[in-house]
């Protein structure tokens, strides 16, 4: 049985908070869940606690919490070599049949930005997939190749927001 292919897109909030959900409604419903956050390395709140919850197994990267503007390419290199290994290490899960719901946050910024081979990706979905799983991913944009193969998308757009007014961000609200 084939699993099937979730995007949560867009310039607006509540993508990552997509997939917190479907961490819970899996792990409520029994299935075993990795969720992997990918260029997030500071702490946030559903992160902490979804990693208490059984069921739920989370990765994310260690980190300096840097932006990635403020790395330098060595720190760069690191961090999408670290990616690799994170993606790498739930796909084995789903061909284990360790994991249902792979959920990957910020997955799709960190190929934008170069810091997770798209190569990898397209080996892995295209090897792992057919074993049951459910993958989602979260981020901006998707390249037109995933948009193509997915069997959800669901763009989050945003119309209003406190940044646009210079407000940061809220802990327990935007992280």
Same mark, same amino acid.
């Given at each position: 049985? *084939?699993?099937?292919?979730?995007?949560?897109? &867009?310039?607006?909030?509540?993508?990552?908070?997509?997939? $917190?959900?479907?961490?819970? *409604?899996?792990?409520?419903?029994?299935?075993?869940?990795?969720?992997?956050?990918?260029?997030?390395?500071?702490? /946030?709140? =559903?992160?902490?606690?979804?990693?208490?919850?059984? &069921?739920?197994?989370?990765? *994310?990267?260690? &980190? /300096?919490?840097?932006?990635?503007?403020?790395? /330098?390419?060595?720190?760069?290199?690191?961090?999408?070599?670290?990616?690799?290994?994170?993606?790498?290490?739930?796909? =084995?899960?789903?061909?284990?049949?360790?994991?249902?719901?792979?959920?990957?946050? =910020?997955?799709?910024?960190?190929?934008?930005?170069?810091?997770?081979?798209?190569?990898?990706?397209?080996?892995?979905?295209?090897?792992?997939?057919?074993?049951? $799983?459910?993958?989602?991913? /979260?981020?901006?944009?998707?390249?037109?190749?995933?948009?193509?193969?997915?069997?959800?998308?669901?763009?989050?757009?945003?119309?209003?927001?406190?940044?646009?007014?210079?407000?940061?961000? *809220?802990?327990?609200?935007?992280?």
């Amino acid at each position: 049985m *084939r699993g099937r292919l979730h995007l949560y897109t &867009g310039n607006g909030k509540g993508k990552s908070t997509a997939l $917190a959900g479907m961490a819970l *409604r899996g792990a409520g419903n029994g299935l075993p869940v990795w969720f992997v956050q990918f260029l997030k390395t500071s702490p /946030s709140g =559903e992160v902490s606690l979804l990693g208490e919850i059984p &069921g739920i197994t989370v990765l *994310r990267p260690q &980190g /300096s919490g840097k932006f990635t503007w403020e790395m /330098s390419p060595e720190e760069k290199e690191s961090m999408a070599h670290t990616h690799g290994l994170l993606l790498e290490q739930a796909f =084995e899960e789903a061909h284990a049949h360790t994991a249902s719901l792979i959920l990957l946050d =910020e997955a799709l910024d960190a190929l934008e930005l170069g810091l997770l081979d798209e190569k990898l990706v397209q080996a892995l979905l295209l090897h792992h997939q057919p074993y049951g $799983a459910e993958i989602a991913f /979260s981020g901006r944009r998707a390249p037109k190749w995933l948009e193509e193969i997915a069997d959800y998308h669901t763009e989050m757009q945003k119309k209003k927001h406190p940044f646009d007014q210079g407000l940061p961000a *809220r802990q327990g609200v935007e992280w």
